[in-house]
């Protein structure tokens, strides 16, 4: 699987941005999709991940301000993001599960290269 993410930028803190993933590969439908983020100086976290019947999880950081969604005919996933703060400043990445659900015990089987997101305040 190929993964394309899109959307970063600079934005002040209280803004929006949307993130966009294109896929290529296999059979879009057959796994779960998510995002990750890594901050400068800290280690890679998990953001949020779409089963492919569209069932979500989110980190309690970001519940209530992202909102992940998927168009399977399209083979996108999406990462809405509002009242970014500067602390959602990161490295975001788009990946794959192996499993067309999300599971918290099984991690990423492909990742695409991230899109950066700075966030000002």
């Known amino acids: 699987v190929q993964l394309q993410a899109s959307g970063g930028g600079l934005v002040q803190a209280g803004g929006s941005l949307r993130l966009s993933c294109a896929a290529s590969?296999?059979?879009?439908?057959?796994?779960?999709m998510g995002w990750l983020r890594q901050a400068p100086g800290k280690e890679r976290e998990f953001v949020a991940a779409?089963?492919?019947?569209?069932?979500?999880t989110y980190a309690e950081s970001v519940k209530g301000r992202f909102t992940i969604s998927r168009d399977n005919a399209k083979k996108m996933v999406y990462l809405q993001m509002n009242s970014l703060k500067p602390e959602d400043t990161a490295v975001y990445y788009c990946?794959?599960?192996?499993?067309?659900?999300?599971?918290?015990?099984?991690?990423?089987?492909?990742w695409g290269k991230g899109t950066l997101v700075t966030v000002s305040s």
């Open positions: 990946v794959t599960y192996p499993r067309p659900y999300y599971s918290a015990d099984v991690g990423p089987d492909n």
């Open positions: 590969g296999r059979t879009f439908s057959s796994y779960a």
């Open positions: 779409i089963g492919w019947s569209g069932g979500y």
